[in-house]
T-cell receptor, first 115, second 110 residues
Framework: NAGVMQNPRHLVRRRGQEARLRCSPV?????VYWYRQLPEEGLKFMVY????????ESGMPKERFSAEFPKEGPSILRIQQVVRGDSAAYFC?????????????FGSGTRLTVV | GQQVMQIPQYQHVQEGEDFTTYCNSS?????IQWYKQRPGGHPVFLIQ?????EVKKQKRLTFQFGEAKKNSSLHITATQTTDVGTYFC??????????FGTGTQLKVEL
């Protein structure tokens, strides 16, 4: 059973370009989450999705950021017109319902560097 | 919004010493989960605590949930170099979205 697959592992973008981060959840997991982590800091919630639905996007900046989890294919986190402050590690996680004691399975992350 | 704080932020220990990280919330926690993130790696799920006063053990790791469900702790007995990493607690908030604590970074020296 493959874990959460994220790609690319590393992404370099110039200021003003678009960044697209992909995440394929564990087979059988219907919940997908995106978190952002700055060096030496904690995990900041961005968005929680289920298939074709955004459940909670309270952690996502209103501008330039969007996320989707289509019926077919991976979840995508899209950052338009990137700025230096967007440089961070972006982790995707998936899970079953947590009320049965399951935890998140995290992907290896995408390290975004904006130059 | 809810804030989940962890102390200490950093801890350096000699191999063989014990280590404890504390997780505190201003509001009542629902269920607490603990994760470990190795340097350069991704968080890995360790355990979930549900009941007030609950204690669970995994080999040298002991996890505890406070009686009032406002705090939790992770204790490692006789640390080893393989214990190096950042330990995060996280509150489930009664749903599926986790709010992570600020983390405790553990360094173990020989």
């Amino acid at each position: 059973n493959a874990g959460v697959m994220q790609n690319p592992r590393h992404l370099v973008r110039r200021r003003g370009q678009e960044a697209r981060l992909r995440c394929s959840p564990v087979k059988g997991h219907s919940h997908v989450y995106w978190y952002r982590q700055l060096p030496e800091e904690g995990l900041k919630f961005m968005v929680y999705l289920q298939k074709e639905n955004i459940i909670d996007e309270s952690g996502m900046p209103k501008e330039r950021f969007s996320a989707e989890f289509p019926k077919e294919g991976p979840s995508i986190l899209r950052i338009q017109q990137v700025v230096r402050g967007d440089s961070a590690a972006y982790f995707c996680a998936s899970s079953r319902a947590l009320d049965r004691g399951y935890g998140y399975t995290f992907g290896s992350g995408t390290r975004l560097t904006v130059v | 919004g809810q804030q989940v704080m962890q102390i200490p932020q950093y801890q350096h220990v000699q191999e063989g010493e014990d280590f404890t990280t504390y997780c505190n919330s201003s509001t009542t926690l629902s269920n607490i989960q603990w994760y470990k993130q190795r340097p350069g790696g991704h968080p890995v799920f360790l355990i979930q605590l549900v009941k007030s006063g609950e204690v669970k053990k995994q080999k040298r790791l002991t996890f505890q949930f406070g009686e009032a469900k406002k705090n939790s702790s992770l204790h490692i007995t006789a640390t080893q170099t393989t214990d190096v990493g950042t330990y995060f607690c996280a509150d489930t908030g009664g749903g599926n979205k986790l709010t992570f604590g600020t983390g405790t970074q553990l360094k173990v020296e020989l």
